[in-house]
């Protein structure tokens, strides 16, 4: 009986160391988990501030290049404004030579032949505006147009209807679909019939003055 209850209670010792081993085990296991979790919540945190630090590095290039672009590009710009008038000025060099060589040669015996040669510079001059899309407005004849007209003065006329342009005393010009310079003319004015009656009468005492 003695050796019977001996074996038992060695029986339940060993339950006992084995089940305490299990609890450590266990327990060591469970301590384990969270140290894992931090190492790996590390190793990502690591990895996002090296991503940051690329993105960062990419983002200052790029705004470096950026910079560089926007400055080439300004300066590009600068230089075009500063000489754009520079293909107009090759085209317009010559006829200014061709003026001075004909202001040098003037003499009273030569008189026709510098008015055919500033008639021919005159040509010329007109060909470089109309290649840049220059035009000289048809004026004369015209009705008028506050858009393209500047008017200097109104004077009755029993020849034309009102509002017609009479004379230019200056030319105007356009620059392709724009008005460069406005055209300075006169504009008839509409009579009435006591103007117009004194029109007629004053151009009937010059015929019969012509014909005495």
Same mark, same amino acid.
């Given at each position: 009986?003695?050796?019977?209850k001996n #074996?038992?209670?060695k029986?339940?010792?060993?339950? #006992?160391?084995?089940?305490?081993?299990e609890?450590e085990?266990?327990?060591?296991?469970?301590?384990?988990?969270?140290e894992t979790?931090?190492e790996?919540?590390?190793e990502r945190?690591?990895?996002?501030?090296?991503?940051?630090?690329?993105?960062?590095?990419?983002?200052?290039r790029?705004?470096?290049?950026?910079?560089?672009?926007?400055?080439?590009?300004?300066?590009?710009?600068e230089?075009?404004?500063?000489?754009?008038?520079?293909?107009?000025?090759?085209?317009?060099?010559?006829i200014?030579?061709?003026?001075?060589?004909?202001?040098?040669?003037?003499?009273?015996?030569?008189?026709e032949?510098l008015?055919?040669?500033?008639?021919?510079?005159?040509?010329?001059?007109?060909?470089?505006?109309?290649?840049q899309g220059v035009k000289?407005m048809?004026t004369?004849?015209?009705?008028?147009?506050?858009?393209?007209?500047?008017?200097?003065?109104?004077?009755p006329?029993?020849?034309?209807?009102?509002n017609?342009?009479?004379?230019e005393?200056?030319?105007?010009?356009?620059?392709?679909?724009?008005?460069?310079?406005?055209?300075?003319?006169?504009?008839?004015?509409?009579m009435?019939e006591?103007?117009?009656?004194?029109?007629n009468?004053?151009?009937?005492d010059k015929?019969?003055?012509?014909?005495?």
């Amino acid at each position: 009986m003695k050796m019977k209850k001996n #074996k038992k209670d060695k029986m339940k010792k060993d339950e #006992k160391i084995n089940v305490d081993i299990e609890n450590e085990v266990t327990l060591s296991e469970e301590e384990s988990v969270p140290e894992t979790e931090h190492e790996n919540l590390a190793e990502r945190v690591a990895e996002l501030e090296e991503k940051n630090n690329e993105l960062n590095d990419r983002l200052l290039r790029r705004a470096a290049e950026f910079e560089n672009y926007k400055r080439r590009t300004e300066n590009e710009k600068e230089v075009l404004l500063r000489y754009a008038a520079e293909p107009f000025i090759l085209r317009i060099l010559p006829i200014y030579d061709d003026i001075k060589r004909s202001l040098s040669h003037i003499d009273d015996d030569n008189l026709e032949s510098l008015r055919d040669g500033f008639k021919m510079i005159g040509d010329k001059f007109a060909q470089v505006l109309d290649a840049q899309g220059v035009k000289k407005m048809e004026t004369t004849g015209k009705e008028f147009d506050y858009e393209y007209h500047e008017a200097l003065l109104q004077q009755p006329s029993s020849d034309v209807p009102a509002n017609t342009i009479i004379e230019e005393v200056e030319s105007g010009y356009t620059y392709k679909d724009k008005v460069l310079k406005h055209a300075k003319v006169i504009v008839s004015q509409g009579m009435d019939e006591k103007e117009e009656a004194q029109v007629n009468n004053e151009e009937a005492d010059k015929e019969e003055s012509v014909e005495e």
